[in-house]
């Protein structure tokens, strides 16, 4: 007898937990959605008044998927056309939302 083993239907093979995920999230993916003129003017407004360590929430697109994040807003740089927060910075064209938290 080999002993009491216990019964995983779902984790039978080595991987298998990595695969589902990877699929997962693309099943997530989409298209990269277009922001109107309104919501360009507000993202401008929004960057004009915002000052080294304001606290925002970024709402931005990255790989397929939309994300939302709070940070602390540090600089945008227009040669790069970067912005710059505390953990990370993104390009201003995957920039869907700004504002001041």
Same mark, same amino acid.
Do not use: C
């Given at each position: 007898?080999?002993?009491?083993?216990?019964? $995983?239907?779902?984790?039978?093979? !080595?991987?298998?937990?990595?695969?589902?995920? %990877?699929? !997962?999230?693309?099943?997530?993916?989409?298209?990269?959605?277009?922001?109107?003129?309104?919501?360009? #003017?507000?993202?401008?407004? =929004?960057?004009? %008044?915002?000052?080294?360590?304001?606290? =925002?929430? *970024?709402?931005?697109? +990255?790989?397929?998927?939309?994300?939302?994040?709070?940070? *602390?807003? $540090?600089?945008? &740089?227009?040669? #790069?056309?970067?912005? +710059?927060?505390?953990?990370?910075?993104?390009?201003?064209? &995957?920039?869907?939302?700004?504002?001041?938290?």
């Amino acid at each position: 007898m080999r002993g009491m083993m216990k019964w $995983l239907p779902f984790k039978s093979l !080595k991987g298998q937990d990595d695969m589902i995920e %990877r699929v !997962k999230r693309m099943k997530r993916k989409r298209e990269r959605p277009e922001l109107s003129e309104d919501g360009e #003017e507000a993202i401008d407004r =929004t960057l004009s %008044r915002l000052r080294k360590g304001d606290r =925002t929430r *970024v709402t931005f697109f +990255y790989d397929g998927e939309i994300f939302d994040r709070e940070d *602390v807003f $540090l600089f945008v &740089n227009p040669q #790069e056309r970067r912005i +710059y927060f505390l953990g990370f910075s993104l390009t201003l064209g &995957n920039l869907l939302g700004l504002e001041k938290a």
